[in-house]
């Protein structure tokens, strides 16, 4: 593609990264499923490859996408959000070092930080992410060396503001990392907005469908790229090239895909705002929501994922999700198909008793693209 021409999203998604195969023409990136290549004598790479784990050409193909999507300079994939997440802290911080942390987050990123990194002597405070202020409060100089967020966040939906956020962390020193999984990059490009890294769990909306885990890093900084190649090629945790085909594949639809989702999140609000049995919706595009207007400007649309607290406690919330029939019962988000999951006793259950609990009659929607009224349907016979 030529670089001096900025293209539109859609256009990226499609293109960046995938030229047409040289010898065939073919459209479609090929799957490399090799571990070795033949050299051209001793230090001699035809092409730069030498080891699978090292770069393999399909996976460079998606981490090109992926630069070219999130407006950065160099992105990297990994095997899956967790292991991107791990990768990431590894390359920017020691032992005795300090990470900001949302109060508000994934329970299996909170996992690994208080359980394993934790373990290897990084400590993390809990901060509001609604509230600048907090995050510059729990920043202790000289120690801290990243301020994580999620915005939207996951399950509350809370909103920050990625501009006001980074110029705090920056005047800190620190780092600002943004996992912008829930958004996705066609709502919302966080390193334009300051962010220093783009953290994607690629198994949600990216690749789209249910059919692969994956993560990946995205960053503009040159120093910074380096640090994150030299730890992804020595933890190893990188993505197959079969999983990076898959992702690179559902990149092509995210643009389209991302308008459908919120569509239909937008009727499933309006719903649940009128049913007797909602006592809470949250979602950023409610005019009542008190993240609305950052959200309105820093994101395109207000994306897929509806969580909703209800009247009748636990008890009900659990038997709404066993009812429920074209929402299938399952974790994880952002495929084609709607999912409907209760996050106290399922995604968010590690963070049961610590600061990041979540509400026991909280039940998360990730709403699909199916036809709008058969989601309607569906929800009014689980909540009947």
Not at 120 to 135: D, F, N, R, S
Not at 221 to 243: R, S, T, W, Y
Not at 346 to 372: Q, W
């Amino acid at each position: 593609m030529n670089k001096e021409h900025r293209y539109g999203f859609e256009t990226l998604a499609i293109h960046a990264g995938n030229e047409p195969d040289p010898t065939t023409g073919a459209v479609v990136p090929p799957i490399y499923a090799t571990s070795t290549y033949k050299q051209d004598g001793v230090d001699g790479l035809r092409g730069g490859y030498e080891y699978s784990r090292s770069a393999n050409p399909t996976r460079t193909a998606l981490e090109e996408c992926l630069a070219a999507i999130e407006a950065g300079n160099r992105g990297f994939a990994f095997a899956s959000g967790l292991a991107a997440e791990d990768t990431l802290i590894r390359s920017v911080c020691a032992p005795g070092d300090h990470v900001v942390f949302p109060d508000d987050a994934y329970g299996g990123t909170f996992r690994l930080f208080s359980r394993v990194l934790g373990n290897w002597g990084v400590e993390m405070t809990p901060a509001a992410v609604t509230h600048p202020e907090a995050i510059r409060a729990a920043i202790q100089p000289g120690r801290t060396k990243v301020v994580w967020l999620e915005t939207p966040t996951n399950p509350l939906l809370n909103v920050a503001d990625i501009a006001i956020v980074a110029q705090i962390a920056h005047d800190a020193g620190a780092l600002l990392v943004v996992d912008n999984t829930f958004a996705s990059p066609y709502l919302q490009q966080p390193l334009e907005l300051g962010a220093d890294v783009v953290v994607h769990s690629t198994t949600k909306y990216m690749g789209g469908h249910s059919d692969v885990v994956g993560g990946a890093l995205i960053v503009r900084d040159a120093e910074l790229a380096e640090k994150i190649a030299f730890h992804q090629n020595a933890i190893g945790a990188v993505a197959g090239p079969f999983d990076a085909w898959l992702v690179l594949r559902g990149i092509k639809t995210l643009g389209v895909r991302m308008d459908r989702h919120s569509d239909n999140a937008e009727k499933v609000v309006e719903f649940l705002q009128r049913h007797e049995s909602v006592s809470q919706v949250l979602y950023p595009g409610l005019d009542g929501h008190p993240g609305h207007e950052t959200a309105a400007k820093q994101m395109k649309r207000f994306g897929g994922i509806v969580s909703f607290r209800v009247t009748g406690g636990e008890k009900q919330a659990l038997d709404i999700c066993n009812k429920a029939e074209v929402f299938t019962l399952g974790e994880s988000l952002g495929g084609v198909e709607s999912l409907i999951e209760h996050p106290g006793k399922m995604t968010h259950a590690s963070v049961a008793g610590t600061p990041l609990e979540v509400p026991a009659d909280l039940i998360r929607l990730s709403v699909g693209i199916e036809t709008a009224d058969d989601l309607l349907q569906d929800l009014d016979r689980a909540l009947s």
